[in-house]
């Protein structure tokens, strides 16, 4: 256990698996989400701390007319070049974590019976794990990950195929290997209820965690 009171929960996955989705599950019994891709979307704007090493790194036509970087044309580059991906990531990871990681501890600091989610889709990847207290791992099929993905496309309005669905799955970690880290695997496979009760039970696990913390306190 990590030396701080309360809870922080580390929610992780594949894309499109759903991590969202227990994250508001959890949020509506009162835990207090952060989302580590909501921080890497702010870094992409023209006021950050980054843009500038991001420009000389991946050229200005990443850039929109605004400023800010086009997640579309960077996502363009990265997601068919491995070594451009570890570059992004070189550059965001590092960031994304401390900015999570010091909002959580933040936010448990002062509360024994906080619960704070740390949505992070590179949880494991990124090394951040060790800053959590207890890992859950949302999985699903990977038909399941393509058919979400470019139905998540199309109602965003940058629809794209499935060849480029597909380049975005195999650029994470294969979900055979992040359950491996898993303290707790959510399998979102099945029907919204099925989902839910999967989630009551996590909770009521994060409950006793916090329970059996207090109590060596």
């Known amino acids: 256990m990590k030396n701080h009171d309360g809870l922080i929960v580390g929610i992780t996955g594949g894309i499109a698996c759903g991590k969202t989705t227990v994250s508001k599950l959890l949020a509506d019994k009162g835990a207090i989400p952060i989302n580590a891709d909501e921080i890497g979307h702010l870094l992409l704007k023209a006021d950050s701390p980054v843009i500038n090493e991001l420009v000389d790194t991946f050229g200005s036509d990443i850039l929109e007319e605004s400023g800010d970087v086009s997640r579309e044309?960077?996502?363009a580059i990265v997601f068919k070049d491995e070594n451009e991906r570890k570059k992004l990531n070189q550059i965001l990871h590092p960031i994304i974590i401390e900015k999570s990681r010091s909002k959580a501890r933040e936010l448990v600091s002062d509360n024994p019976k906080c619960v704070v989610l740390l949505d992070a889709p590179l949880l494991i990847e990124a090394g951040a794990y060790d800053s959590v207290d207890l890992i859950v791992v949302v999985t699903t099929s990977q038909e399941q990950q393509l058919e979400r993905i470019i139905k998540r496309s199309h109602l965003l309005n940058r629809p794209i195929s499935p060849e480029?669905?597909?380049?975005?799955?195999?650029?994470q970690m294969p979900l055979s290997e992040k359950v491996k880290y898993a303290d707790v695997v959510i399998e979102n496979e099945g029907t919204e209820n099925q989902l839910i009760v999967q989630v009551d039970d996590l909770w009521e696990q994060i409950q006793i965690s916090i329970r059996n913390r207090a109590k060596v306190d």
């Open 164 to 171: 480029e669905a597909q380049a975005r799955i195999d650029a």
């Open 73 to 75: 044309k960077l996502g």
